[in-house]
T-cell receptor, first 114, second 109 residues
């Protein structure tokens, strides 16, 4: 199946700094990518839908100024957590879909804010 | 929002078939049933999906009831490596996936 790669796999940052997470579709073009967040022992929560060349669509309750999403090409979407705080510590997962097929997920990024 | 209901946990003996149920009574005509699993600290892994016919691949079988209001994922010969959280999702082919709480399957030696 198709491969979606995230980078980095884990990151530790200081409170108040910003962190960028990359999501790449390695062998297909993804016009739409999705970003999820997962807290320990909880399910995946959809944060936003990222469309190539346009602004992301955020789910209710997700701060768009805090979680900046850029989808500048058909193979790359980035999520930037701005002014990170300890409560932003979580597992962030991206996903990409090719129309009329299943979704492919990255391996996730573990963010720890200290 | 998730439109599926799954039991929170199940056990299965190694080598036996694991049957994981999912209720999706509000599924619409053009929505597919997808199954994914997530092993701890990894991204979800695709298993199988279907619209209304039963499906089988190298990993599992998917049985969808005739009224499409429920389905069952079958792992024919469960191994210890099948221990994971299994998610049933209903969605159109181009839409977002909303995850429910899933079923935590434990395969027992």
């Amino acid at each position: 199946g198709a491969v979606v790669s995230q980078h980095p796999s884990w990151v530790i940052c200081k409170s108040g700094t910003s962190v960028k997470i990359e999501c790449r579709s390695l062998d297909f073009q993804a016009t739409t990518m999705f970003w999820y967040r997962q807290f320990p022992k909880q399910s995946l929560m959809l944060m936003a839908t990222s469309n190539e060349g346009s602004k992301a669509t955020y789910e209710q309750g997700v701060e768009k100024d805090k979680f900046l999403i850029n989808h500048a090409s058909l193979t790359l979407s980035t999520l930037t957590v701005t002014s990170a705080h300890p409560e932003d510590s979580s597992f962030y997962i991206c996903s990409a879909r090719v129309p009329n097929t299943e979704a492919f997920f990255g391996q996730g990024t573990r963010l720890t804010v200290v | 929002d998730a439109k599926t209901t799954q039991p929170p946990s199940m056990d299965c003996a190694e080598g036996r078939a694991a049957n994981l149920p999912c209720n999706h009574s509000t599924i619409s005509g053009n929505e597919y049933v997808y199954w994914y699993r997530q092993i701890h600290s990894q991204g979800p892994q695709y298993i199988i999906h279907g619209l209304k016919n039963n499906e089988t691949n190298e990993m599992a079988s998917l049985i969808i009831t005739e009224d499409r209001k429920s389905s069952t994922l079958i792992l024919p010969h469960a191994t210890l490596r099948d221990t994971a959280v299994y998610y049933c999702i209903v969605a159109n082919t181009g839409n977002q996936f909303y995850f429910g709480t899933g079923t935590s399957l434990t395969v027992i030696p």
